[in-house]
Each structure stands twice: as structure tokens, then as C-alpha cells.
């Protein structure tokens, strides 16, 4: 159970790992620790058995056999005594301090392999680092370690053979006892494994409190969610966390996101709700006059072709809103135009001949027309700069003056259709291109207009990489300007 929370896993995996780097560490700090203090007996051996050879060979003291050792007061350690045998393997001298120290064959020793205290495979890893700042171990003789368990425990010896020219007349034997190195080498082993193992238990319930106190956000964040998907309450909000790392900023995040959850449903609520009104005007009327001509079979034929003329503008209108929804739901869904080479000035002069017929008594221009090539729908590029022409057309009064211009800009092409109509009031502006906004004088649904004209323009340009945007003077007309991005053409070498 422990272990299928985030929590659980987070303090297993940091356990596990401390677990590994404290194996590591305790195995290499007690082979390091280990091989220093057995390569100083082997030093000292060395030391003690170059210092007694000195002596004897120098002959400043002998008896009666022909061989002498200094006073064991003048050895580098007292643990170490030092034998001296024949070459047959009979012991000549031994220092005071031998006793009963288990006696090795000279001869076997010195003609044996030296092993180390260490072996295994890091031994080529540790006796390099340990011999840092010491000088090499030098030796003519070999070091072999015998176990005595049943008395003496283990003892380490030295031997080398003293020889006169190609004959060995007698050898130096140095030993010492690991019982108290073996002992400290076994306390340390113990230590070590008892260190790591309360560190693994501080560890593992020092990650689980860690990971309680960092996880603590994300509960709160789950709760919260929760809450909201029951509720649909995407006004809620997660506490401020006061902190700048990955939860502070996932905190921050979320609240950016049921902000953004928050404006789109009510966005989509609006929509609704307008989407709503605007087709329940037109159903009403066609459902009054339907119920009139029921009602009324010997109406007046006048009469009759009015109402029907009627029902045929309301059920046109009614149509044009259902296209734009469909349109917009298309917008909404993210689903992209297609795109292909695009000769804009071909467009907008087709759609100028076309509109010279609507314009019913305003004056039609079209100036600065550049030549401009560029990716996007034809389609759409011709109802976005319908729409644009069609709401000039609607808001300008007979005798006013409908101006089209193209240019090219660095990296652009530029539209623009002016008017000099009835124009639009400051505070209607930045509302223009909303779904279903209508200004009080300029948006009457007299026109036949749905509302919607404005903001499939915009999905239109946005979805070509461009953007629309408008100015306008109450009384004195309003300017629409298109801006679309060119087709970039690689640079000449």
C-alpha cells in the first residue's frame, strides 16, 4: 500500500538509492582503511628486516655461532620479531620478543608469491591510491600471511635470503601478529554496516516526511480539481503556494488553465445563449405568419405575397446564421484550411466586379493595387474580404464612397477598405469582433446582418497567420485593415 502512493515510491527510490551509494562507500572507505593499515605492517616488516640485515651484515656483533641480532629495543615496533635460520631451516637466532610466533619454512616463504591483505578485484584500484604520497614498497623479500587459528591467530611474515654471490648461506625472517588489526578491521566493518543501517532507517523515514511536506500541493491540487469537476465551478481558484519551483510553477499553471476553462465556458454559455436568441426571431416570425395565413385563407393576394415575401427574407436570414454557425463550429473545432499559392489582387479585383453590382448607389474605387502572392484558401480569403466589403457596404449610406486598396508591406500584404458611412462608437470598438455584438446604431438586424460576419473574418485572418483590425470616426466612416503574411522567397546567391 505504501509503495503504490507517490509518496511510497518517491522515499523507496530515495532508501534504494542511499542504500547503493552507502554500499559503495562503506565497502571502498573499509577497503581503503583496510589496505593502508596492512600495507604500514608490510612497511614496517620491510623497515625492520633492512634495518636487522644491515647490522648483521656489517659484523659489529656476533657470537659464537657467527651471528648475532641488535637489542630488540632498536626495532622500528616491538609487535614485530624477527628469526634468523640456516639454510637447512634451523633457527640460528631469534629476538626476544619471538616466544611461541609461529614459525614458517624460510626457504618455502621466500621462493612463494607475494600475496596482499586485499586481493580480489579492486585490489588494482586501491593499492594505487593508498600508495599515494608514500613511496613505493620495495622489497627482496616475500611476504606470505599463515592462519593459526587454533592458537595464534594469524600472523604476517617476511623472508629473504641472505646470500653470499649465487649462495644462500641463511635467511631473515620478520613476523608479526593481525589479531589486533584483524580485531579493528572487524569492529570497523561492524561500525560501518551499523552506521548504514540507521542512516538507511533516518533515510527512508526522512524521505517519507520530505516527500509528505512536497507532495502536500499536489493534494491540494487534486482536491481542488475534484471539486471543480463536480461542481463545474471554474471560478476556484488553488491557493497561492509562495514558492518558485516545478509545484509552484505547476500551481500557477493550473490556475492559468481553469482561467482560461473558465473564460471559454462562458464563452461558450454566451454563444449559446445568443445563438439562441438570434434563431428563435427569425422561428417566431415564420411561425406568426404561418399561423396568419391559417387563420386567414380569403386574406387579400396583396396581402398574401407580403407576408409570403416576408417568410422567404426571415427563413434567408435564419439560413445565413445557420451557414456562419456552422462555420464558426468548424473554428472551434481546430480544423485547419487548406493552403495553397494564392494570387490575392486576383481575388479582391473578382470580388470588386462582383460588388459594383450591390452597391446600389454608393461609389465603388478600387486604388494601389500591387501584385501579391501568398498561401492560404481562396475560399476564405473571398468571404473574409467579402464581409469586409459587405459591411462597408451595409453601414454606408447612398452617395458615400467604398475605397479598396492593397499594398505590400516587408513580409506582408496589407487590405484595406474604407468607408465613409455612419462609423462606430469608441466604447463599441474593442467589441467589434465579438460573436453576436451588435453597436446600437451601426449593428441593426434591419440590415440583415447575424452578428457573426466580424468574427468569422478574424477566425479567417488568424488561421492565415494575419490579423484584422479597424478604425473608426462616428459620422465620418470607419477603415478596415487586413494584414496577411507573404510567401518568403529564398534569398539569391
Known amino acids: 500500500m505504501v509503495a503504490s502512493s507517490l509518496r511510497g515510491r518517491l522515499a523507496v527510490w530515495y532508501a534504494t538509492l542511499l542504500a547503493i551509494i552507502l ?19 608490510d612497511r614496517s616488516l620491510v623497515g625492520t628486516s633492512t634495518h636487522v640485515l644491515g647490522m648483521l651484515k656489517s659484523g659489529d656483533s656476533t657470537n659464537a ?3 648475532a641480532l ?9 609487535d614485530i620479531y624477527v628469526r ?30 607475494r600475496d596482499t591483505e586485499i586481493g580480489g578485484p579492486i585490489d588494482w584500484l586501491v593499492h594505487p591510491l593508498v600508495s599515494l604520497g608514500h613511496p613505493a614498497l620495495t622489497a627482496d623479500g616475500v611476504f606470505l600471511t ?20 649465487d649462495t644462500t648461506y641463511s635467511y631473515l625472517e620478520a613476523g608479526v601478529a593481525l589479531d589486533p588489526l584483524d580485531h579493528s578491521m572487524e569492529r570497523l566493518r561492524l561500525l560501518l554496516a551499523t552506521m548504514s543501517a540507521i542512516g538507511l532507517l533516518a533515510a527512508m523515514g526522512g524521505g517519507w ?16 480539481a475534484r471539486a471543480i469537476a463536480l461542481s463545474r465551478g471554474f471560478s476556484r481558484r488553488l491557493p497561492h503556494l509562495g514558492r518558485r519551483d516545478e509545484l509552484g510553477q505547476l500551481a500557477d499553471t493550473f490556475n492559468e488553465m481553469l482561467a482560461s476553462l473558465e473564460e471559454a465556458y462562458q464563452t461558450q454559455q454566451r454563444f449559446i445563449a445568443d445563438a439562441s436568441h438570434e434563431l428563435r426571431a427569425p422561428l417566431t416570425t415564420i411561425q406568426g405568419n404561418l399561423e396568419l395565413l391559417e387563420r386567414a385563407p380569403h386574406m387579400k393576394e396583396a396581402e398574401r405575397v407580403e407576408t409570403v415575401a416576408y417568410l422567404r427574407q426571415e427563413a434567408g436570414r435564419m439560413g445565413r446564421l445557420v451557414a456562419d454557425l456552422l462555420v464558426l463550429a468548424r473554428a472551434d473545432a481546430g480544423q485547419p484550411m487548406k493552403h495553397q499559392v494564392v494570387e490575392l489582387d486576383r481575388i479582391l479585383v473578382d470580388l470588386f466586379q462582383e460588388t459594383r453590382i450591390l452597391a446600389r448607389g454608393r461609389k465603388m474605387a478600387l486604388l494601389d493595387l500591387d501584385q501579391v502572392q501568398l498561401q492560404g484558401d481562396p475560399d476564405g480569403l473571398k468571404q473574409l474580404l467579402l464581409i469586409l466589403v459587405d459591411n ?11 475605397q479598396l486598396a492593397m499594398r505590400t508591406e516587408p513580409g506582408a500584404a496589407v487590405v484595406t477598405v474604407a468607408d465613409t458611412g455612419i462609423g462606430i462608437d469608441p466604447e463599441d470598438l474593442p467589441h467589434l469582433f465579438e460573436r453576436f455584438y451588435r453597436a446600437d446604431k451601426a449593428r441593426s438586424r434591419d440590415l440583415g446582418g447575424t452578428g457573426l460576419g466580424l468574427s468569422i473574418a478574424k477566425w479567417i485572418a488568424e488561421s492565415h497567420g494575419g490579423h484584422v483590425s479597424v478604425e473608426s470616426t462616428v459620422g465620418q466612416g470607419s477603415t478596415f485593415t487586413l494584414r496577411l503574411p507573404l510567401i518568403r522567397t529564398p534569398r539569391k546567391p
Open 392 to 402: 462597408a457596404i451595409k453601414y454606408t449610406p447612398e452617395g458615400g464612397r467604398v
Open 209 to 224: 516526511a520530505i516527500a509528505g511536506s512536497a507532495l502536500r500541493p499536489m493534494a491540494t491540487m487534486t482536491t481542488t
Open 84 to 113: 634468523v635460520y640456516s639454510a637447512d631451516g634451523l633457527i640460528v637466532a631469534q629476538s626476544a620478543n619471538a616466544g611461541h610466533q609461529p614459525s614458517g619454512s624460510p626457504g618455502q616463504v621466500a621462493a612463494s608469491r
Open 65 to 67: 655461532s657467527g651471528t
Open 70 to 78: 641488535p637489542p630488540i629495543e632498536e626495532f622500528d615496533s616491538p
Open 23 to 41: 554500499a559503495i562507500t562503506s565497502f571502498l572507505s573499509y577497503s581503503f582503511h583496510s589496505a593502508y593499515h596492512y600495507d604500514e605492517v
Open 146 to 165: 599463515i592462519d593459526e587459528a587454533d592458537s595464534h591467530g594469524r600472523v604476517r611474515l617476511y623472508a629473504i635470503p641472505i646470500s653470499n654471490g
